[in-house]
């Protein structure tokens, strides 16, 4: 499985991104899909994770009402709309999958990464 992960620019604070992050080499229909963010000197952050019927869903606590995770399992594809952005979640984001059917925020139970993308939040 490869992921692309898109959609990361700079924005300013209260502004609004959506990330993309398109799956090749294999149907990610039945993984469960996450996003992590990691900013310089910090370590990876759980954002949020879908289920693989996109169901259930989980947020990190950081961004619970800002931001919304969603697949197109029709289209190998999982989608991140960040609202109210905040300079704090400056960072590079990634895309990752997990061939389990439990939603994790763990990044070690992930097995697919994508090469993430740069959100920036201005002031």
């Known amino acids: 499985v490869q992921l692309q992960a898109s959609g990361g620019g700079l924005v300013q604070a209260g502004g609004s991104l959506r990330l993309s992050c398109a799956a090749s080499g294999r149907s990610v229909s039945y993984y469960t899909m996450g996003w992590f963010r990691q900013a310089p000197g910090k370590e990876r952050e759980f954002v949020a994770a879908?289920?693989?019927?996109?169901?259930?869903?989980y947020y990190g606590d950081s961004v619970k009402g800002r931001f919304t995770i969603s697949r197109d399992s029709a289209k190998n594809m999982v989608y991140l709309q960040m609202n109210s952005l905040k300079p704090e979640d400056t960072a590079v984001y990634y895309c990752?999958?997990?061939?389990?059917?439990?939603?994790?925020?763990?990044?070690?139970?992930?097995?697919?990464w994508g090469q993430g993308t740069q959100v920036t939040v201005s002031s």
């Open positions: 990752a999958a997990d061939q389990g059917f439990l939603i994790s925020a763990n990044p070690k139970e992930y097995d697919y």
């Open positions: 879908i289920n693989w019927s996109g169901v259930s869903t």
